[in-house]
């Protein structure tokens, strides 16, 4: 199963380049909202262009942080049935969940690349100001971000499958979870002993 595994590494590096990568728009965020804030009340002088560009880095930064937050199993869930299944059934949970998300990613993709395909079509400005900038780029991101998280949608099915039938696999996203854990604690938690893993000086120094 090595090309599973290779397949992953290839898909959750994706993801977390991304997620990496349009991290920094938080800094453009705070510098345009720094020169409003300078601009409007130390000179005033209000910009015309502040505001909208604010709104569009942060619309970009949600839309795209989508597959990074999927790959880091960070949406927000309901836990409380999910957390007392077995592996096995939450990995069928998984399975139900994911393949609802991708018939619904992939008729959303379809619709945001026509959305964006007649924005540049007719060259869309915004009229919600006197700076009336594009939008055709802005909603371009729409579609590339729905494609980024459903390629990692796609990561999450193959995995949920491959619990549910109990399909030997290399899990990269796993061997990140132990590199987490205190290599004194490991043995301890791999023979399932919790409470004796809790009670440990290791646990401790953490």
């Known amino acids: 199963m090595t090309w599973v595994t290779r397949y992953l590494v290839a898909q959750d590096g994706l993801s977390e380049f991304v997620g990496r990568a349009i991290s ?21 002088s209000p910009t015309l262009w502040a505001h909208e560009t604010s709104t569009m880095l942060y619309g970009a930064f ?13 949406h927000v869930r ?18 139900v969940i994911f393949s609802l998300g991708f018939v619904v990613l ?13 924005s540049w079509a007719v060259l869309e400005y915004s009229n919600k100001s006197m700076w009336q900038p594009p939008l055709y780029p802005i909603k371009t991101v729409i579609p590339l971000a729905v494609g980024l998280i459903l390629l990692q949608n796609i ?9 549910l039938f109990k399909i030997d696999y290399d899990d990269p996203r796993e061997r990140e979870f132990e590199s987490d854990i205190d290599p004194e604690l490991l043995p301890v938690i791999l023979d399932g002993d919790v409470a004796a893993a809790v009670d440990t000086d290791a646990l401790g120094k953490r």
């Open 24 to 44: 920094w728009l938080t800094l453009g965020m705070i510098g345009v909202l720094m020169i409003e804030i300078i601009f409007r009340y130390f000179l005033n």
């Open 62 to 74: 949600c839309m795209l942080a989508g597959c990074y937050t999927l790959r880091h199993r960070g």
């Open 78 to 95: 309901s836990e409380v049935i999910w957390g007392m299944l077995p592996k096995r059934g939450q990995a069928l949970c998984d399975v």
């Open 106 to 118: 992939a008729m959303f993709l379809k619709l945001a690349i026509v959305f964006a395909a007649e």
């Open 155 to 163: 990561a999450e099915l193959l995995r949920a499958a491959l619990t």
